[in-house]
Structure formats: structure tokens, C-alpha cells
């Protein structure tokens, strides 16, 4: 079985702090990570996957596969990264688009 | 391209009522998910359809079923309504294809459901 532990529901830093978000996994394969990001009133979107290893609006996330880790970093929080954060996993497919299993999501608030 | 969209809306309905909600996917997509998210809950996978076929299904009852149709759009009826099937419900589409491409999900704005 998936699973995806999200363990801060809330975090709260001040602007221009480093900011992570922390993600754990349990998964007997080897998956393919993701985080998805929700801002208020919009759909949720994707912010990045790891197999891209892209950094997107300075945001970073490095798998640890020794620590079934895919933490999610920025080095100088904004006020606009302020919202809703899901880690996802998905069972590593060769190309089909399986099922996403999702953590419960940390709400981002980033203090002025 | 309006991405995925959703109808409709909300939603309210009683116990024991049949209700369906529909998804239209991004333009060009093919693979349409459904996922419930409950309050203060991540999304739950509920399935997954892929050449109107229903390819996997979460833990879901039967109670849950599908459709979709041949331009890939995407039907969700839940019958016999539950006040615990209250929720968002999120519609994801996705293109079948090889490459870094594979496997990125687009969501829609979710239908909110309310059973009283």
C-alpha cells in the first residue's frame, strides 16, 4: 500500500525565512513524487515532480530514497507562497498516469 | 483553453438521492481521474478512465460508478447518498503518452456536494 505523511498541518514563517515543507512516503516500489500546490480560491496545480528536477518559483525537492523523503524548499519565503501544499506519490509506470495518493496537505502562511 | 472544467458547482442533495456529476478534460487530454477530498483531507483517488474503460479503481463502494464518453469526457453517479459522502469532488485529466510528459494531472475546480 501508498501512503503519504504530511506531518505539519500549519506552518507559519516571515518573509524572506527558508521555509520546508516536510513529506515522508511509504511505498515497496519506487514511485515518482510530487508536489501540488492549492492558492486560495484557485484549483490545485502542479508546483513540481521529481523527475523533472526543475525549480519552480525557487521552490526545490530532492528525493531521499534512504529516508523515503521528498521535502519541499525555498531558500526566502514570499508573502504570495502562502497556501495550501500536497505531497503525492505514484507508482512508477513506465508511462501510464496512475492514481495519485495524497498527504493531508500543509497550509503555508508566510507572515509580512 | 479553459482546462478542465466541472458541472456543477455545488451541489445539495438528501439522503438515499442518486446524484451525477460531470468533467469536460484539458483539450487534448485522454485519462480522466475522479478524487474526493473531505474537509481538512488530501484528495482520495476514487478511478481512473482511459479509453472509456475504467482502468483502476480506489477503495471506493460500488455505490461510486462512472462513464466516459467517446470525446473524453467524464460522468461520476453516486447512488444511495451518504451524509459522509459530503465533499469536494475533483475531476484530474491526463494524456496516455511516454516521456517526461506522462502522468501530470491537471485538476478542475471540483463540484462541492452537500447531502443533508
Known amino acids: 500500500a501508498q501512503r503519504v505523511t504530511q506531518p505539519e498541518k500549519l506552518l507559519s514563517v516571515f518573509k524572506g525565512a527558508p521555509v520546508e515543507l516536510k513529506c515522508n512516503y511509504s511505498?515497496?516500489?519506487?514511485?515518482?513524487l510530487f508536489w501540488y500546490v492549492q492558492y486560495s480560491r484557485q484549483r490545485l496545480q502542479l508546483l513540481l515532480r521529481?523527475?523533472s528536477r526543475e525549480s519552480i518559483k525557487g521552490f526545490t525537492a530532492d528525493l531521499n530514497k534512504g529516508e523515503t523523503s521528498f521535502h519541499l524548499k525555498k531558500p526566502f519565503a514570499q508573502e504570495e507562497d502562502s497556501a495550501m501544499y500536497y505531497c503525492?506519490?505514484?507508482?512508477?509506470?513506465?508511462?501510464?498516469?496512475?492514481?495519485?495518493?495524497f498527504g493531508k496537505g500543509t497550509l503555508l502562511t508566510v507572515n509580512p | 483553453d479553459a482546462g478542465v472544467t466541472q458541472s456543477p458547482t455545488h451541489l445539495i442533495k438528501t439522503r438515499g438521492q442518486q446524484v451525477t456529476l460531470r468533467c469536460s478534460p484539458k483539450?487534448?487530454?485522454?485519462?480522466v481521474s475522479w478524487y474526493q477530498q473531505a474537509l481538512g483531507q488530501g484528495p482520495q483517488f476514487i478511478f481512473q478512465?482511459?479509453?472509456?474503460?475504467?482502468?483502476q479503481r480506489g477503495n471506493f463502494p460500488d455505490r461510486f460508478s462512472g462513464h466516459q464518453f467517446p470525446n473524453y469526457s467524464s460522468e461520476l453517479n453516486v447512488n444511495a447518498l451518504l451524509l459522509g459522502d459530503s465533499a469536494l469532488y475533483l475531476c484530474?485529466?491526463?494524456?496516455?503518452?511516454?516521456?517526461?510528459?506522462?502522468?501530470?494531472?491537471?485538476f478542475g475546480p471540483g463540484t462541492r456536494l452537500t447531502v443533508l
Open positions: 511505498y515497496s516500489g519506487s514511485p515518482e
Open positions: 521529481h523527475i
Open positions: 503525492a506519490l505514484t507508482p512508477h509506470s513506465g508511462g501510464s498516469n496512475y492514481k495519485l495518493t
Open positions: 478512465y482511459y479509453e472509456e474503460e475504467e482502468r
Open positions: 483539450s487534448g487530454h485522454d485519462t
Open positions: 484530474a485529466s491526463s494524456l496516455e503518452r511516454r516521456g517526461l510528459a506522462y502522468g501530470t494531472q491537471y
